[in-house]
Nanobody
Framework: QVQLVESGGGLVQPGGSLGLSCAVSGTSMFRLYLMAWYRQAPGQQRELVAQITPPGNTNYADSVKGRFTISRDNAKNTVYLQMNSLKPEDTAVYSC?????????WGKGTLVTVSS
């Protein structure tokens, strides 16, 4: 059974940095997964934040370009999201998603709060 577990959320001041991790277990095919980070702020729809393909190509939401970096370590079955220059509007529950052919898996999410 494939499981995704996020970690690294917390409270950070505006302008600060935070790094998230998503560990994927229960599979030997991680290197073939399309991995992504999504976020959902209170009262808003879930949105795609960043995506990384198996070869390592990346895609970002316009709102986070230049501030967030997604990466993956196939040896550790882990995807990361480095978030810099955080803004209050980045406050949300951040979840990771894995896609493989027609199947997708979600983690439960980790809360990021940007506030002074």
């Amino acid at each position: 059974q494939v499981q995704l577990v996020e970690s690294g959320g917390g409270l950070v001041q505006p302008g600060g940095s935070l790094g998230l991790s998503c560990a994927v277990s229960g599979t030997s095919m991680f290197r073939l997964y399309l991995m992504a980070w999504y976020r959902q702020a209170p009262g808003q729809q879930r949105e795609l934040v960043a995506q990384i393909t198996p070869p390592g190509n990346t895609n970002y939401a316009d709102s986070v370009k230049g501030r967030f970096t997604i990466s993956r370590d196939n040896a550790k079955n882990t995807v990361y999201l480095q978030m810099n220059s955080l803004k209050p509007e980045d406050t949300a529950v951040y979840s990771c998603r894995a896609d493989y052919i027609t199947v997708n898996y979600w983690g439960k999410g980790t809360l990021v709060t940007v506030s002074s």
